[in-house]
């Protein structure tokens, strides 16, 4: 059974570039069709999708994010990258995939981030 983890630093502060890594576990990346994204949730506020990396190897992003957001990958890691964050990108960020972009099934624990200086 695919797991996956979530890691990267828990505080970061303003303006710094922020790097998050799904690592998966029982499965890889690409060979299987699913679609990875990154979702994040901000405290007391409902989850924001990101970004993903298609099957196909293109990755897309929110228009709100994407001046600032990267995604890259290898066999077993999907690596989210946020450039110049601000408090507002404190959140709790999560990596999932789906059979489409739209339907994220299997979903990591999550990893908490805080901007701050």
């Known amino acids: 059974q695919v797991q996956l983890q979530e890691s990267g630093p828990g505080l970061v502060k303003p303006s710094q570039t922020l790097s998050l890594t799904c690592t998966v576990s029982?499965?890889?990346?690409?060979?299987?069709?699913?679609?990875w994204s990154w979702i994040r949730q901000p405290p007391g506020k409902g989850l924001e999708w990101m970004g993903a990396?298609?099957?196909?190897?293109n990755t897309y992003y929110s228009p709100s994010l994407k001046s600032r957001t990267s995604i890259s990958w290898d066999t077993l890691h999907v690596t989210l990258r946020l450039t110049s964050v601000t408090p507002e990108d404190t959140a709790v960020y999560y990596c999932?995939?789906?059979?489409?972009?739209?339907?994220?099934?299997?979903w990591g624990q999550g990893t908490r981030v805080a901007v701050s200086s």
């Open positions: 999932a995939r789906g059979n489409t972009i739209a339907t994220p099934r299997d």
């Open positions: 029982g499965g890889s990346i690409f060979g299987d069709g699913y679609h």
């Open positions: 990396l298609a099957a196909s190897g």
